[in-house]
């Protein structure tokens, strides 16, 4: 390894060692340090892991690194991007024995996991779909959601007669090819739901073997649907919605509900839970050839629920049970990656692959590791000035339908290759990156990977998952060092100080 620097006395040189021995106050293990001339330098570059820095106070562990990602979404959501800059480059002469380099030559390994288990209750927004793709293969998801009363002790009238029973879903958007249709079902569920308990993602509720009713949709921005509604003086007038879908259910149900008018079974919300636990709504390709879509719908509001149209003394009403904030409500995933390129990653003997992939609904997620890193600076004490990480995507891989997920988080992995709860150290930080520009997710990485070459964390490597994992379907092919143009690098500036 060959360097270049000027002289300037020893003083310097021995405060920055003090500083990363730990023997002077944390100069916080990554700030703007020494950079002068710099030349590239290739060496041996290692495994990578995680470390066990602070730890997010939660009553599940794993639910510590769910918590610490849903932070970081808030604080990058709507902030203004900060540069993270060369951080020190310059910024000091070469002295007495430390010699600086850029190098962008380490070898990553990268390796396609299925994702262990997610908690996928109480998401951001629920979703209903089937997609078939040769990157990932067959995916599903539909959601299970509670419907609530709006009042207690409901008492619908005298003589009751029942028009119709719709079920309201309103689109919050899609993921997949808009134009397939889907048909929607909705099954009732026949077990309690809770919204304090915890749910994996491949949890599919039972339910009574019949639907309740089902619908063709093809997703449309601007549909508008024009609806008579009841007035409370006996009149109707129209309404037009838009943004939502109608599913008209079994008269079966409607009779069920209006013969319990004024009843124990309309006496309050835990009476009514009993008496109707629920909705299970799925999604499916009407044409097999079809590549299909997932919907998206919102996860309360008081739009999406029941609607009962009846008569009593020749007066039309209408009765709502609506999914509100209250309703326990959670997805459910299903996979089958036989005959995709995500099957083929998936095989443990399967190596040297030029791509990985990742992909939410709990599905897919990618192991990063530096072979040989611990052994940079051959004895010596390294500094990391700054340690930037790029995956790009493969070529033609994230175009229409298929659209890349906005956002990947890196967090620590574990022995087995699954999620550790140790909290990845650049996490919350300004300049730590993820997002999707320009092709490709950059990371910096500086505390991390000062960690680790100190060797105060363990060795085990990354992994990367989607922001959006428990309510969406995105994925994205990323390239390996195998592939033939566009590689992932790791661009680090380091300092190497005598010992």
């Not at 950079?35 to 510590?64: D, F, H, M, Y």
């Not at 109707?236 to 109608?246: A, M």
Request: net charge neutral; proline share 6%; hydrophobic share 40%.
């Amino acid at each position: 390894m060959t360097s270049k620097g000027r002289q300037q006395g020893p003083i310097l040189s021995e405060v920055i060692k003090l500083i990363f021995l730990g023997r002077v106050s944390h100069a916080t293990v990554l700030g703007p340090l020494t950079v002068g001339t710099s030349t590239t330098s290739t060496s041996a570059i290692g495994s990578s892991a995680l470390n066990s820095g602070p730890e997010i106070l939660c009553k599940r562990p794993q639910a510590r690194w769910m918590l610490v990602i849903a932070c970081a979404l808030l604080m990058f959501s709507g902030g203004c991007r900060q540069d993270e800059g060369p951080l020190g480059l310059n910024l000091l002469p070469a002295v007495d024995g430390v010699n600086v380099f850029l190098s962008d030559t380490f070898p990553i390994n990268m390796q396609t996991l299925r994702e262990g288990k997610l908690e996928s209750q109480q998401p951001p927004r629920l979703a209903a779909g089937e997609m078939q793709d040769e990157e990932t293969g067959n995916a599903r998801v539909g959601f299970v959601a509670q419907l609530r009363l709006n009042a207690e002790n409901i008492d619908l009238g005298d003589s009751l007669t029942g028009d119709s029973l719709v079920l309201i879903l309103n689109l919050s958007g899609f993921y997949g090819d808009s134009s397939s249709l889907m048909r929607i079902r909705v099954w009732e569920v026949t077990e309690p739901q809770f919204s304090d308990s915890i749910y994996y993602q491949w949890q599919v509720p039972t339910t009574r073997p019949e639907p309740l009713g089902e619908a063709l949709y093809a997703f449309s921005s601007n549909a508008i649907v024009e609806i008579s509604e009841p007035q409370p003086d006996g009149s109707d007038s129209v309404f037009r919605y838009g943004n939502q879908i109608r599913i008209p259910l079994r008269t079966e149900l409607m009779n069920r509900i209006l013969a319990v008018s004024d009843s124990p079974a309309l006496a309050n919300n835990t009476s009514f839970l009993n008496f109707f636990r629920g909705i299970y709504v799925t999604a499916e390709r009407v044409d097999a050839a079809s590549r299909g879509c997932v919907l998206y719908f919102l996860g309360s509001s008081l739009r999406t629920g029941l609607n009962l149209y009846y008569q009593t003394a020749g007066k039309r009403s209408r009765f709502d049970i609506t999914m509100n904030s209250q309703s326990a409500r959670r997805n459910a995933f299903f996979s089958d990656p036989r005959g995709s390129r995500a099957g083929t990653a998936l095989n443990p003997d399967s190596l040297q692959l030029p791509f990985t992939l990742v992909q939410a609904g709990g599905y897919l997620k990618t192991r990063v590791s530096f072979p040989g890193i611990r052994s940079l600076g051959g004895g010596r004490i390294v500094v990391v000035n700054k340690a930037q990480l790029v995956f790009p995507a493969a070529e033609g891989s994230y175009s229409y339908p298929y659209t890349a997920p906005d956002r990947l988080f890196l967090v620590v992995a574990d022995s087995l290759g699954g999620n550790s709860t140790s909290l990845m150290p650049d996490l919350l930080e300004p300049y730590y990156g993820g997002e999707w520009r320009d092709s490709s997710y950059t990371f910096i990485i500086n505390r991390y990977l000062q960690l680790l070459l100190q060797g105060t964390t363990p060795d085990q490597g990354l992994v990367l998952l989607p922001g959006n994992s428990i309510h969406s379907l995105n994925r994205v092919v990323l390239n390996t060092q195998t592939a033939a143009t566009r590689q992932p690098r790791l661009i680090l500036h380091y300092t190497l100080l005598p010992r």
